[in-house]
């Protein structure tokens, strides 16, 4: 599975378990449909959901006049998703990660998704850096 395809996959797995409360290993199978199970969607679904407290706190530290809870579910889970692999992939380097989640945002998100996913990373970006 290429990467881009197992962070599609892994934006769909966090979505269901949130908004249909469905646990890992459901989401996880529900997302892949039958596919071989991928080494790379799994240390993303499961790093997102270990990780969300800590991954929460830098969101919440880096929006604007938002709160965490008001985001859409999409954009939301994206930028869980992409502030861990920004933290917990040294061979993936920001920039891809941010320039992919804006391209799953164009896709998965709404008109402004892609825009706001972009500003929100590029402040984790820069206290990453510190």
């Known amino acids: 599975m290429k990467r881009r395809t197992a962070r599609e996959k892994a934006l769909q797995?966090?979505?269901?378990?949130?908004?249909?409360?469905?646990?890992?290993?459901?989401?996880?199978?529900?997302?892949?449909?039958?596919?071989?199970?991928?080494?790379?969607f799994e240390f993303l679904v499961k790093g997102s959901v270990e990780n969300k407290e800590q991954i929460d706190t830098i969101l919440r530290d880096n929006l604007e006049n938002?709160?965490?809870e008001r985001l859409g579910n999409i954009d939301r889970n994206l930028l869980r998703?992409?502030?861990?692999?920004?933290?917990?992939?040294?061979?993936?380097?920001?920039?891809?990660?941010?320039?992919?989640?804006?391209?799953?945002?164009?896709?998965?998100?709404?008109d402004q998704s892609s825009k706001f996913v972009n500003a929100v990373l590029s402040k984790v970006k820069e206290e990453l850096k510190k």
């Open 13 to 40: 797995a966090l979505f269901q378990m949130e908004i249909g409360k469905a646990d890992i290993g459901d989401a996880m199978d529900s997302v892949l449909d039958g596919q071989a199970k991928d080494e790379y």
């Open 66 to 68: 938002w709160k965490l």
């Open 81 to 110: 998703l992409s502030v861990f692999e920004m933290m917990n992939n040294e061979e993936v380097p920001v920039k891809v990660v941010m320039d992919e989640a804006i391209e799953i945002a164009k896709v998965f998100g709404d």
